[in-house]
């Protein structure tokens, strides 16, 4: 797929307020820090178009992007950490599950997974409620320029053997770097052939 333009179009915090076209959309999610939205600027390669940053918790509201002006990415703030008050220190935000529950647009989530770590509960959680929820979604390994080939393969397949204990099947999965722009076409072609219908 070739991207012709990419516009930020809101942020909010309420799903009901999100842009209320219908075009297809696709949600980046995953644990603060994972690299949401370094991989939405390195899939549209544009540097500063989703906010990044080094400490967790950047992200902190929903984010719409339209995409050749016919589908949406989504940047959402990450799960497993919050820099603010403790009042506030949910695993998962309400407002996160409830895009998930409420959003009728949203064709994929992709749950961004850093290949350098074990398996995590939270993850596994999250996908878990995903399944039980009905909301298609695929696997991306972000960072995969910080380890060797080797590494990587391993990492993977101890993460595929994880899921395969609670799930009959596979989900999707793509394995990325914002650094280097590993599966970029991958990624985008697969959005593309799921617009393509
Ligand atoms: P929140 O919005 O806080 O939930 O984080 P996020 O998931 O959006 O992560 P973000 O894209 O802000 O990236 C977090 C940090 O990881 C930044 O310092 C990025 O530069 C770094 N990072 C993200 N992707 C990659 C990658 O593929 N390779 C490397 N080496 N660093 C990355
Ligand atoms: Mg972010």
Redo the contacts with the bound molecule.
């Keep these: 797929m070739q991207i012709k333009s990419a516009e930020f179009i809101m942020s909010n915090s309420d799903v009901a307020k999100c842009p209320a076209t219908r075009i297809p959309e696709y949600a980046f999610i ?10 939405i ?2 899939l549209m390669q544009r540097k500063n178009l ?11 509201l929903i984010n719409h992007f339209l995409i050749n002006k016919n589908w949406h990415l989504v ?1 959402l ?2 799960y497993g ?1 919050a820099r603010v008050s403790k009042s506030s220190k949910k695993v998962f935000q309400k407002f996160i599950t409830d895009y998930f529950l409420k959003r009728e647009q949203l064709v994929c989530a992709f749950v ?1 997974i850093d290949c350098r770590h074990e398996p995590q509960p939270i993850d596994l959680q999250f996908m878990e409620w995903l399944g039980e929820q009905q909301v298609p979604f695929s696997i991306i390994f ?5 380890l060797k080939p080797k590494a990587l393969e391993r990492n993977v397949d101890t993460y595929k053997s994880k899921l395969l204990e609670s799930w009959e099947e596979l989900p999707n999965y793509f394995i ?4 280097n722009s590993t599966g970029r076409e991958e990624v985008l072609q697969y959005i593309d052939e799921i617009n393509a219908g």
């Design positions: 995953g644990r603060s820090n994972v690299g949401k939205s370094s991989l600027n390195m989703a906010k990044t940053s080094g400490r967790p918790g950047k992200t902190q940047d703030p990450g950490y961004l972000t960072k995969a320029d910080k990325t770097s914002s650094s």
